[in-house]
């Protein structure tokens, strides 16, 4: 069964780049699916960040767009996230799913991590 | 942006009893293409129906998802301990995805 986990820092300061990291295993991300990322400040509910195919072609919450990167490796089977310039309002709890399609639902997740911003 | 509501906030039920959640979207949803999934305190969302009606792998049948354009309903047949949780709607209709703000179900 797919199985996802996100890693990196938990502590980013405000103007910073948050990065994040999604390693899948028992799936080949070079094989099919997208893959996204959802974010969910704390208590509070889900915000679509983006998602990028199989093939590196990637989609993008207008939002959100001018400071996020979505890339593949897929010699380690990971996907990452870069979003810049991050300020209060980025803290959340940031998940990775497996996804269908550009703006699709997602049926594997990560258990997700929790990243504050503070100086 | 289809901007997504959800109804009621909090549902307060007993098990056994039937749940009927409502999510209505400010623009019709584009091949009816809304998403349900119910979210433990502390853990990832999970996918129980797509495409408003399609139960998602392994989702008990006692999950229904209907409706179509702006309305959609998810009726939980006859709630089990587990089930009282967080329930957010998704659509993926337009090419930018959004959430509504859900409903918790709790124990009445």
């Known amino acids: 069964q797919v199985q996802l986990q996100e890693s990196g820092p938990g502590l980013v300061r405000p103007s910073e780049t948050l990065s994040l990291t999604c390693t899948v295993s028992h799936y080949s991300i070079s094989s099919g699916y997208y893959w996204g990322w959802i974010r969910q400040p704390p208590g509070k509910g889900l915000e679509w960040i983006g998602t990028?195919?199989?093939?590196?072609?990637?989609y993008f919450n207008p939002s959100l767009k001018s400071r996020v990167t979505i890339s593949l490796d897929t010699s380690k089977n990971q996907f990452s996230l870069m979003l810049t310039s991050v300020t209060a309002a980025d803290a959340a709890v940031y998940f990775c799913?497996?996804?269908?399609?550009?703006?699709?639902?997602?049926?594997?997740w990560g258990q997700g991590t929790l990243v504050t911003v503070s100086s | 942006e289809i901007v997504l509501t959800q109804s009621p906030a909090t549902l307060s039920l007993s098990p056994g009893e039937r749940a009927t959640l409502s999510c209505g979207a400010s623009q019709s949803v584009s091949r009816n293409y809304l998403a349900w999934y119910q979210q433990r305190p502390g853990l990832a969302p999970r996918l129980l129906i797509y495409?408003?009606?399609s139960r998602a792998t392994g989702i008990p049948d006692r999950f229904s998802g209907s409706g179509s354009g702006t309305d959609f309903t998810l009726t939980i047949s006859r709630l089990e301990p587990e089930d009282f949780a967080m329930y957010y709607c998704?659509?993926?209709?337009?090419?930018?995805?959004?959430f509504g703000p859900g409903t918790k179900v709790d124990i009445k």
């Open positions: 998704q659509q993926y209709g337009d090419s930018r995805a959004t």
């Open positions: 990028i195919s199989h093939g590196g072609g990637s």
């Open positions: 495409d408003a009606s």
């Open positions: 799913a497996r996804g269908a399609a550009g703006s699709t639902w997602y049926d594997c």
